[in-house]
């Protein structure tokens, strides 16, 4: 055992650099080993020797690079998120969720954004390998620009857990909203209002816009007896801006829609802006229902009726299916499907006489 006075055989002074343990353990007195125990077996230490090193460690300011004896002991204690949008306040709520679950599993998590993009999600999935996570949190872009390597990535021993969309003919486990069920929600409440004229915010399209709430929706009109005309189908991304534009249009039209479901609260954030824009009042001239329970949408006048998501009980889901895969652990429910709650509120109504 070293039992040197603290600091005798090396006069080191903290100079505002990034210390290492060897430095610790020249600073303290002792072997690199020892200083290594201090952090890693204290109780293996006389107090005398275990104080020195903290001393030590207090005066350089020391932090232990996690990430590196992690890779060296063969796992990462880090988990990658991909979001589609850092500006949708669904991920926000997302990533803090499940960062405090993963983070009570002792593990922390690295945020990266696609865009909705599968191309660009691959460039994110590289980064993301190349730090050398355990495993992925992904929200799929859209295209198939990454699939391939994703499969590669699960060959390597990455985790891998899908949330808010799941590609077609993916096996990943996942955690979705009951899409097609809120959707029928929305469709059923202004049809019970008595409007027949509804458009939503973006048409299906298989490479572009592929996600269940746009491919429900004429399906859902047609089981209602109702038609969704040409003129009110367009392709569009999921964007403030996008919906401000396409609203606009729509509502330009010779026979505009009578109400309008946005697929996403950014979405419904721009269709308001152009409502407002045109003169027109809520719901006397027209009917406004968006997916996500954002804050804005109870305090504008007149509140926006939506279709809560449970996003809390989604990252929940999402984060411990996650730490179950890490673990090793059995999935019992590898595909959670959670579903929506309707908020009626003033923005929805019955049409006007002339427009029914």
């Not at 973006?202 to 005309?229: C, D, K, Q, W």
Request: net charge neutral; glycine share 8%; proline share 8%.
């Amino acid at each position: 055992m070293d039992t040197r006075p603290f600091g005798l055989c090396c006069p080191l002074a903290y100079t505002g650099g990034v210390s290492t343990i060897q430095d610790v353990a020249r600073l303290a007195g002792v072997s690199p080993t020892t200083a290594k125990r201090a952090l890693k077996e204290p109780d293996k230490l006389t107090p005398d020797t275990l104080a020195r090193v903290q001393r030590a460690i207090e005066q350089l300011h020391y932090e232990p690079d996690q990430r590196a004896g992690a890779l060296r002991g063969g796992q990462s204690r880090t988990v990658g998120l991909i979001v589609a949008s850092i500006l949708e306040p669904f991920f926000g709520q997302f990533a803090r969720t499940a960062g405090h679950v993963l983070g009570e599993a002792g593990y922390s998590l690295i945020i990266s954004e696609n865009e909705y993009s599968a191309a660009r999600e691959l460039t994110e999935l590289r980064r993301l390998y190349g730090q050398r996570v355990a495993g992925i949190l992904l929200r799929p872009g859209y295209g198939s620009g990454s699939h391939e390597y994703l499969g590669r990535l699960r060959s390597r021993g990455v985790a891998i857990t899908q949330y808010d969309y799941r590609p077609p003919h993916h096996d990943a486990p996942s955690v979705m909203l009951d899409n097609v069920g809120a959707m029928r929600l929305a469709v059923d409440h202004l049809h019970a209002l008595g409007h027949r004229r509804i458009a939503a915010l973006g048409t299906y399209h298989p490479a572009t816009h592929p996600e269940e709430r746009s491919r429900a929706f004429p399906e859902i009109m047609n089981a209602l007896g109702l038609a969704v005309p040409p003129e009110y189908q367009r392709v569009t991304l999921l964007t403030e801006d996008s919906a401000y534009a396409l609203t606009h249009d729509l509502l330009a039209l010779p026979q505009p829609p009578t109400a309008l479901i946005a697929l996403t609260g950014t979405q419904a954030s721009g269709a308001f802006r152009a409502i407002k824009e045109r003169g027109l009042r809520l719901p006397h001239d027209l009917s406004l229902l968006t997916f996500d329970n954002y804050p804005w949408t109870a305090l504008v006048d007149p509140p926006i009726t939506v279709l809560e998501q449970p996003v809390e009980a989604m990252a929940e889901h999402a984060a411990r299916l996650m730490t179950a895969q890490l673990l090793g652990q059995p999935l019992t429910t590898p595909h959670v499907v959670l579903p929506a709650r309707l908020i009626e509120r003033s923005s929805t109504g019955p049409p006007r006489e002339e427009s029914r």
